[in-house]
């Protein structure tokens, strides 16, 4: 049977999503009230079944997990199990997920027939890639109860806040999306999952690639009450309002993808005049919720074991910034992560009397938008074309006078058609207004690491004297 045979099957999917999240959402909604010890009980009840289930299913897991007792395992001290990296899981892909139809190619197949809408498999999974901040090329699959899930703990706590208030309209609140323009991406997804009116909330895309005029244009002609999109963007969009060139006056503000400094804040919330909410969400799974205008990120304890680490990997106190951030997924059980490294920075903040989730505040880096005169490129435009080439494993994007310079890093044994990609790369910064762009695409053997750090600077902007 063909994988993704079924080319008309999101429909049909997406109804039974949503059939789903009418019969989750209720549970979701009540877990942002429950206490530790709450938490703590159905954590262990989770991660019992996702370990039995990873262990029978995934010759990967049955691999590094074998002569461990895995019953004497508790959520709350995770030390005996081995850590999981994007490396790993990318080498032994087909390994890992636990349908033993699906394999890497015919998931990289999903992703790359991917437009606006995610191309199923097998009628039951949809795949996302993500780059992040890390410029580390991952695939991630989702099951209905995995995609349940996600959607819910990024949205329950303001369903809720809007049901309190009575605000929902029939067929769903709707908000502005500026943000991925395919379904390749996480964000990318809620619109097409939302579509149809069935669901509380109603995403109307508006991608970030487009010429900054036409996102103000698309925005007033929705007219939405929620907007929504990475900050970088919402707070040149709160600009425009100030000085009277966008007409929109939404009653909420969430930030996404990138993260939301202090200053972003403050330009985000004086231009639009409304509450600020920020997310904090990974395609792997772990996603959280700020309440309105504050900065401290309640995250979906309920659903992941999170532990804050340090580069050896021990734990590191409340009020300390850790440098990895290890995530197990309780309720992914297709494609299992169990202690897997996630290079972001938490600092653990002291619980809420009111319920029992972990806290913290995210301290990520924003990525630079390459700024060429008038024109400005975001780096999600660049990042949309790169997550389609499954033999990039890293990348750096250097900006020159009118374009990019991208040196790439290919998995083992792979090819790079370098003037295709350098031509796609061209046109989507030809998109955003940029005419006349060039794109220069280089195949290298490594990165140059920052040598305190060890990171690498995936997007550097031009120096302009």
């Not at 959402?25 to 009230?33: C, D, N, T, V």
């Not at 403050?266 to 792997?284: H, K, L, N, R």
Request: overall charge neutral.
């Amino acid at each position: 049977m063909d994988a993704i045979s079924t080319r008309t099957g999101f429909a049909a999917l997406r109804e039974r999503l949503q059939d789903r999240q009418r019969t989750d959402l209720p549970a979701q909604i009540e877990a942002l009230g429950w206490s530790a010890e709450r938490i703590a009980e159905v954590r262990r009840a989770r991660l019992r079944a996702l370990l039995g289930h990873a262990v029978e299913h995934s010759p990967f897991h049955a691999r590094r997990l074998a002569g461990i007792d895995l019953d004497a395992v508790e959520p709350g001290d995770l030390t005996r199990l081995p850590v999981m990296t994007k490396a790993e899981l990318m080498a032994a892909y087909g390994d890992v997920v636990t349908d033993r139809r699906l394999t890497r190619r015919s998931v990289e197949e999903a992703i790359a027939a991917t437009r606006t809408e995610p191309v199923p498999l097998f009628d039951a999974y949809i795949a996302m890639a993500s780059g992040g901040s890390s410029g580390l090329r991952g695939v991630f699959l989702f099951d209905m109860a995995a995609l349940s899930a996600f959607f819910g703990g990024l949205t329950r706590a303001a369903i809720a806040r809007l049901r309190a208030r009575d605000a929902i309209p029939p067929g769903g609140l709707p908000m502005a999306m500026v943000a991925a323009g395919t379904a390749v991406h996480a964000t990318g997804c809620a619109a097409p999952f939302t579509a149809n009116g069935a669901f509380p909330l109603r995403v109307v895309p508006v991608p970030v690639s487009l010429p900054f005029g036409e996102i103000v244009a698309r925005l007033e002609e929705i007219g939405a009450p929620g907007l929504y999109g990475y900050p970088s963007v919402l707070a040149r969009l709160a600009a425009e309002r100030r000085a009277g060139r966008l007409r929109l006056s939404p009653m909420i503000v969430t930030s996404t993808s990138e993260t939301l400094t202090p200053q972003l804040r403050a330009a985000i919330s004086a231009g639009f005049e409304a509450p600020v909410v920020d997310t904090f969400g990974s395609t792997e799974g772990l996603v959280g919720t700020s309440p309105p205008d504050d900065d401290v990120i309640v995250l979906n304890s309920d659903q992941c074991v999170v532990e804050l680490v340090d580069d050896d990997l021990r734990p590191v106190p409340p009020g300390t910034p850790s440098t990895r951030v290890l995530v197990t997924n309780l309720v992914n059980h297709l494609q299992p992560l169990v202690r897997y490294e996630l290079t972001d920075s938490f600092v653990a903040v002291e619980p809420d009397p009111a319920h029992g989730h972990q806290r913290v505040r995210v301290r990520g880096r924003i990525d630079p938008t390459f700024r060429f005169g008038d024109t400005e490129v975001p780096p999600g435009v660049i990042r949309g074309v790169l997550l389609r080439r499954p033999e990039i494993v890293e990348y750096q994007v250097c900006q020159r006078d009118h374009g990019i310079t991208v040196d790439a890093v290919l998995a083992a044994g792979t090819t790079l058609d370098r003037d295709c990609l350098a031509e796609r790369l061209a046109a989507a910064l030809a998109g955003t207004g940029l005419h006349g762009a060039t794109a220069d695409v280089r195949v290298v053997g490594g990165l140059t690491r920052d040598a305190q750090t060890g990171k690498v600077r995936r997007f550097v902007p031009a120096v302009r004297g």
